[in-house]
C-alpha cells in the first residue's frame, strides 16, 4: 500500500464509517474493539481499512481487553483507537482512568444508545456524558468531543486524535446512535501531515529519562517500548521516575498536574459553536443530535421575532464554563435540550449562579426531541 | 584396555575459587541458600541483622564448588559469587 | 550483550532497578528466585534487553514490572494479557513478557488467558501460582487446593482449583510448563526457551507465600514450603496436562508438558496481509 492511504473527496456514508475513516486520516493504525450496537459499523470499517494501510486490525475478547490493548499499542509509538457503546463504554471505565494515569494518548468513541443497563440497542440517548467526565474513579479531567454530524464525525475524530497526542489524555468521542447511524454527504479533505499532532519524544538520553518528567510543562515527554529507555510505568501513584509513591505528597502533585494540564489549556482545548448568541436573550446550550433539533428551534423563534441563540458544545469536556459565566449577567434563560434527564444542565446551571435560569427539556432516550417541544421552551422563556 | 577417559569439559566444570558475597541490606533471613547449599558452605548464624533478620554466614568458601544455587535461590538478589580467576577467563 | 561484568554486584543487578532494592515481597516469598530466572534467561536466551518489555498485573507478582530495568508496565488488575497484546501487535519486534500471579491471571483475567492462548499471540507469560491472593491478605482463589485454608475459606476451600497446564494447553498455548521456585536450573532453561519459542508460551511457577497462605496450612515458613516441593516434586517432562492437577498434599507433577508448533498470531495475520496487498 502506498502512503497516501486516505481517503478523500466526497462520500455519502455514515457517521460510523466517517469516524473508522477519520481514524485513519489521523494516522490512526491500531484499533481493538468488540461488537457492540450501535457502535459496530466502526470495527467493521476498521477491520476493512487498516489491512490496506499496513494497521493491525483486532478484535478482543471484551471491551475491557480492547481499551487495554490500545492502550499497549500506543506505548509502542502507535495511534490507536477503541469504539463502543454504553454497556461496553461502563467495561472500559477501570482501564480508561489506567490510561490517564499512564497518560496514554488513544480515543475511545462511544455511539451512544439509551441505558441504563441494555436499555435500547439500536436507539439514541446522551445518557452518559456525565459518565464520560467521572465514569473512572478518581479524581482526574478528561476530553470529551461530540460530533452532530456524520461530517463531524470524521472531523473531530481526527481533532481527538490531535488532542490525546498534544496532552498525553485519552479523548472520548461522546456521538450517538444518531449521528452514528445517519448517512450524509461527508467531505474528506486530504490532511496534511502538519495538521496531525504527535506525543512529546525524550530529547534526552536513555539514562537521563523520567517517564513523567514535569520540568519542562505540563505534558511529560513520551518514550516507546523498545526504544531502549528501558522506563516504568505504572497506575499506582508515581514520582517523575514512574516509581510508585504511596505518600499522600505524591498524590497530590500526580494528581494536580493531571487535572491542570487539561485544566490550565481549556481555553485551547474547547470548541464551540455560536449562533445569535450575541444579542440573545434566550441561549439553547446544547451537544450532538440535539444540537440540530435546536439550531431549528432557534430559527423559527427567530423568525417568530424571538432573541434566540444557540450555544453547541462541540466540547462537552472540558466544561465551557467561561463562556456560561460571561453570558449568564446578559441572558434571560439558558435551555438545555439533551437526551437524557438533565446532566449538562447541571454545569449550565452551576455556571449560570442564579444569574440566569437554566431549564432543562429532556427526553428519555429512543428519539429526539420535537423541535416544537424546544421551541415552546424558547417561547416560554423568552417572555 | 582404557575404561576412564577425562570429561571433556572438566576445565569448566572444575571448582573455582570463590568468595561468597552477601548482600546484608537485602537479606530477609529466609534460609534458602544455607538449607540447600549442597556443601554446607553457608549457615544461619543465629545473630540477628541491624533490621532485625536471622543472619547467614559463610561458614567455610574452601569448600564451596561455585555452584551458584544460593545467588539463584536467593530471593532478595542478596547473595552472589565472586569467582577470583575471573581475570583469567 | 549490555551486561556488564563488574565484580562488585549481583549478576543480576544490571536489569533490576538497584534503586527500589529491596523489594516489598515477604521473607521466603517465591517471585525474587522466579524473577532471578527471568533475568538469567534474558541472557541465556540472547535477547537484546531493548526489546524486551514486560508487563504485569496487580498483585504481589504485579510488582514484578516495577523492578525490572526494561520497559515495564504494571496495569490493572488481570489486564496484563491484553496490554501485552497491544504492545506486540504494535510493534512485533518486542519481545513481550507476562509476569503475573494466580489470581491475576486467572481468576479475573482467566478470560483474556484462554482468549491470548487461543491466539496463540507470541508472548511469553510466567505465572506465578502461590495458591491464594497474597496481596490482599491471603483469600483463596481459583488455584488454591481443595480443602486449603485462607482468609475466606476459614473452614477449608470447597471449591475445585483449575489445572492452569491442562487449561492453557486446551486453549492452544504451544509451550506449557510448570516448575517450583526449588527447580532454578530447568526453570531458567525453560524461561529462556520460551523466550525465544514462538507462539504463547506458558509457565506456572509454583512459589511458597509462608506469610498468608503456608501459615494457615501448616507450612508456617517459607522453607516448610520449600521442603514440601522438595518431597512431592516428580519431574516427568511430556506429561499429559490432564494429569497433572495439584492438590494439597498430593504429588507436584513438574516439567515440559507441552511443545509443539502452530503458525502465531502475527504469522496468520502477514497471510491475510498477502491475501489483501496482493490481487
Known amino acids: 500500500m502506498s502512503k497516501d492511504d486516505a481517503l478523500c473527496g466526497e462520500f455519502f456514508m455514515n457517521g460510523d464509517t466517517a469516524c473508522a475513516e477519520g481514524a485513519i486520516s489521523a494516522g490512526c493504525r491500531f484499533f481493538a474493539g468488540y461488537p457492540i450496537t450501535p457502535a459496530t459499523e466502526v470495527a467493521e470499517r476498521m477491520s476493512e481499512r487498516l489491512p490496506q494501510v499496513g494497521g493491525v486490525f483486532i478484535q478482543m475478547e471484551d471491551e475491557i481487553a480492547s481499551m487495554n490493548a490500545i492502550l499497549g499499542a500506543s506505548w509502542t509509538g502507535v495511534k490507536a483507537m477503541t469504539a463502543t457503546s454504553g454497556p461496553g463504554f461502563s467495561l472500559m471505565m477501570e482501564n480508561l482512568g489506567l490510561g490517564v494515569m499512564l497518560e496514554t494518548p488513544c480515543v475511545l468513541a462511544n455511539i451512544q444508545r439509551a441505558g441504563p443497563s441494555t436499555g435500547l440497542p439500536t436507539l439514541v440517548a446522551q445518557g452518559d456524558i456525565m459518565q464520560a467526565r467521572w465514569g473512572a474513579h478518581g479524581h482526574y479531567e478528561i476530553v470529551a468531543l461530540v460530533p452532530d454530524s456524520p461530517q463531524e464525525m470524521f472531523d473531530l475524530t481526527i481533532t481527538a486524535f490531535n488532542l490525546s497526542e498534544q496532552y498525553r489524555v485519552p479523548v472520548l468521542l461522546m456521538a450517538d446512535e444518531a449521528v452514528g447511524h445517519m448517512s450524509e454527504k461527508v467531505v474528506m479533505r486530504r490532511i496534511n501531515q502538519k495538521e496531525l499532532a504527535s506525543r512529546p519524544r525524550p530529547k534526552v538520553v536513555p539514562e537521563e529519562y523520567l517517564p513523567y518528567d514535569s520540568r519542562e510543562g505540563l505534558v511529560p515527554p513520551m518514550a516507546v517500548a523498545g526504544g531502549g529507555y528501558r522506563f516504568h510505568v505504572t497506575g499506582l501513584t508515581h514520582d517523575d521516575r514512574g516509581y510508585p509513591v504511596m505518600t499522600a505528597e505524591a498524590q497530590d502533585k500526580l494528581i494536580r498536574r493531571l487535572v491542570d494540564k487539561i485544566r490550565l489549556n481549556a481555553k485551547n482545548i474547547i470548541r464551540l459553536e455560536e449562533i445569535g448568541v450575541d444579542d440573545a436573550e434566550v441561549v439553547v446550550v446544547s451537544y450532538g443530535i440535539s444540537a440540530r433539533i435546536a439550531r431549528y428551534a432557534v430559527q423559527k423563534a427567530r423568525d417568530e421575532g424571538i432573541k434566540a441563540g444557540l450555544l453547541r458544545l462541540i466540547t462537552v469536556w472540558p466544561f465551557a464554563e467561561d463562556r456560561i459565566r460571561e453570558l449568564a449577567p446578559k441572558v434571560k434563560a439558558f435551555i438545555v435540550p439533551e437526551i437524557n434527564y438533565g446532566q449538562i444542565v447541571r454545569e449550565v446551571e452551576r455556571c449560570a449562579a442564579g444569574k440566569a435560569k437554566a431549564r432543562l427539556v429532556p427526553h428519555m432516550g429512543g428519539s429526539v426531541h420535537l423541535p416544537e417541544t424546544v421551541l415552546e421552551a424558547i417561547r416560554e422563556e423568552a417572555k | 584396555m582404557n575404561l576412564w577417559r577425562k570429561p571433556f569439559d572438566i576445565d569448566e566444570k572444575a571448582p573455582r575459587p570463590v568468595k561468597i558475597h552477601i548482600d546484608i541490606d537485602r537479606c530477609k533471613g529466609c534460609g534458602y541458600c544455607a538449607e540447600f547449599c549442597p556443601r554446607g558452605v553457608l549457615k544461619m548464624t543465629g545473630e540477628l541483622s541491624y533490621k532485625g533478620y536471622d543472619m547467614v554466614g559463610v561458614v567455610d568458601d574452601g569448600k564451596c564448588l561455585g555452584c551458584g544455587l544460593c545467588e539463584a535461590m536467593c530471593p532478595e538478589f542478596g547473595i552472589y559469587l565472586i569467582y577470583e580467576d575471573k581475570e583469567l577467563k | ?279
Open chain 3, 1 to 279: 550483550m549490555t551486561k556488564m561484568l563488574t565484580v562488585d554486584t549481583n549478576p543480576v543487578d544490571c536489569y533490576l532497578r538497584v534503586d527500589r532494592i529491596p523489594h516489598i515481597w515477604c521473607a521466603g516469598c517465591g517471585i525474587g528466585p522466579a524473577t532471578g530466572c527471568f533475568l538469567r534467561a534474558i541472557d541465556r536466551a540472547e535477547l537484546n534487553p531493548d526489546k524486551v518489555a514486560v508487563v504485569s498485573g496487580i498483585g504481589c507478582s504485579g510488582r514484578v514490572a516495577g523492578y525490572i530495568k526494561l520497559d515495564s508496565f504494571h496495569t490493572t488488575h488481570g489486564r496484563a494479557l491484553p496490554f501485552a497484546t497491544g504492545l506486540k501487535l504494535g510493534n512485533p519486534e518486542l519481545n513481550v513478557v507476562v509476569f503475573s500471579g494466580d489470581g491475576d491471571i486467572v481468576a479475573i483475567g482467566g478470560n483474556h488467558l484462554i482468549h491470548s492462548a487461543r491466539r496463540n499471540i507470541d508472548m511469553t507469560v510466567i505465572c506465578i501460582n502461590n495458591f491464594n491472593y497474597g496481596m490482599t491478605g491471603g483469600q483463596m482463589g481459583p488455584t488454591t487446593p481443595l480443602d486449603a485454608r485462607s482468609a475466606t475459606s476459614p473452614y477449608g476451600n470447597f471449591e475445585y482449583p483449575f489445572n492452569l497446564p491442562y487449561l492453557v494447553a486446551a486453549s492452544g498455548a504451544t509451550y506449557v510448563a510448570r516448575w517450583t521456585v526449588l527447580h532454578l536450573r530447568e526453570l531458567e532453561r525453560s524461561i529462556a526457551e520460551a523466550l525465544t519459542k514462538p507462539g504463547f508460551s506458558f509457565i506456572e511457577v509454583l512459589g511458597p507465600c509462608p506469610t498468608v497462605y503456608g501459615r494457615r496450612n501448616k507450612l508456617p515458613r517459607g522453607m516448610d514450603e520449600m521442603r514440601s516441593y522438595q518431597e512431592r516434586s516428580v519431574i516427568r517432562d511430556g506429561a499429559d496436562p490432564k494429569d497433572v492437577e495439584l492438590s494439597l498434599n498430593g504429588p507436584i507433577v513438574v516439567g515440559k508438558f507441552v511443545d509443539i508448533e502452530r503458525p502465531t498470531l502475527w504469522d496468520c495475520y502477514q497471510q491475510m496481509l498477502d491475501r489483501v496487498t496482493k490481487p
